[in-house]
């Protein structure tokens, strides 16, 4: 599960290459679109892109989702969490893909350009990228036409996002509250190596939630509410919010290494590995925590 988790981590960076994902906030409308011009690739094929790019993001959080699940029935039901192996992981992939699949589905669905979104945005998107919008492969999202009524096909890709969103954040908590109970009651019962790797695996999945919270989540939110509330507040809004791309892809690297530095196996075998270019201190460091670590297994 962690391999995969990794899996997934290095493959929505690298796809980000390919994708080449941007956007554009201007007042009731954003734009997500694809900066790619080094592929010569089809118009078809960037959109597909830039939507699967869009799905990763979901699928890291799903799987996230199902680390905690698998945790929390390895402390509470140990022989329901065998059946995360063998013929289960294909039942937690899938569920992680149909998230995925859901979300850039519902992206694809609901904010596929249209003549109004299209000419809402022509003007500013040739002004700030000198880029004719017809030739962009593009995503549109504009949420209030001229009148003021409501597009349901767009708000509807919102309504989406938040319900398959927040039922990860929902088995997240769930979850996270009833392990943190079990860790306080029942480990007090188990051996001392136990209980300690039990709560190291809960912080590392804390981190995973927290991270990704902070820089998935919390970033993309105001550009995604933004369309949404600015016609209410009368302000105008003209941002250029591809930047959110490049903390997106700051990810991976950031969760590997908290993983590797919470969990004590992992770290003692990470130090292991790079011991011999290691300075002297840090090695003695290594040496006397794997000495501890084995006095305590003893």
């Not at 959109?47 to 945790?71: E, G, K, N, T």
């Not at 188990?190 to 990704?212: D, I, M």
């Not at 991976?252 to 919470?262: E, G, K, N, S, Y």
Request: charged residues 10%.
């Amino acid at each position: 599960m962690v391999l995969v988790f990794s899996l997934m981590g290095i493959m929505f960076s690298a796809w980000e290459l390919v994708a080449r994902p941007f956007a554009h906030n201007y007042n009731k409308g954003l734009m997500y679109f694809s900066l790619n011009t080094w592929l010569g690739a089809s118009h078809e094929f960037l959109q597909f892109a830039i939507i699967l790019y869009a799905s990763f993001y979901l699928i890291i959080l799903a799987i996230i989702a199902v680390q905690f699940v698998f945790r929390y029935f390895t402390l509470c039901r140990p022989n329901f969490a065998r059946k995360f192996g063998g013929f289960g992981v294909i039942v937690w992939i899938s569920y992680s893909l149909i998230s995925g699949a859901i979300y850039g589905g519902s992206l694809y669905y609901f904010c596929h350009p249209d003549n109004f979104s299209d000419s809402y945005m022509r003007d500013i998107i040739a002004d700030s990228y000198n880029l004719t919008i017809t030739d962009v492969p593009r995503f549109l999202m504009i949420p209030y036409a001229e009148d003021g009524s409501v597009r349901w096909h767009n708000l509807n890709f919102l309504l989406a996002g938040v319900a398959i969103l927040g039922l990860q954040y929902l088995i997240i908590i769930y979850c996270g509250v009833r392990m943190h109970t079990i860790l306080q009651k029942e480990l007090s019962q188990q051996s001392v190596v136990n209980r300690k790797l039990q709560k190291q695996f809960f912080r590392a999945l804390v981190v995973q939630t927290v991270v990704p919270t902070f820089l998935f989540v919390l970033p993309i939110a105001p550009f995604l509410i933004g369309p949404l509330v600015v016609p209410f507040i009368g302000i105008q809004m003209n941002f250029q919010t591809g930047w959110m791309y490049v903390i997106l892809c700051l990810y991976p690297p950031i969760d590997t290494v908290a993983f590797m530095l919470i969990v004590s196996e992992y770290k003692k075998v990470t130090l292991e590995m790079f011991k011999p270019v290691l300075p002297k201190r840090i090695k003695v460091i290594s040496e006397v925590s794997t000495s501890t670590a084995a006095a305590i297994t003893k």
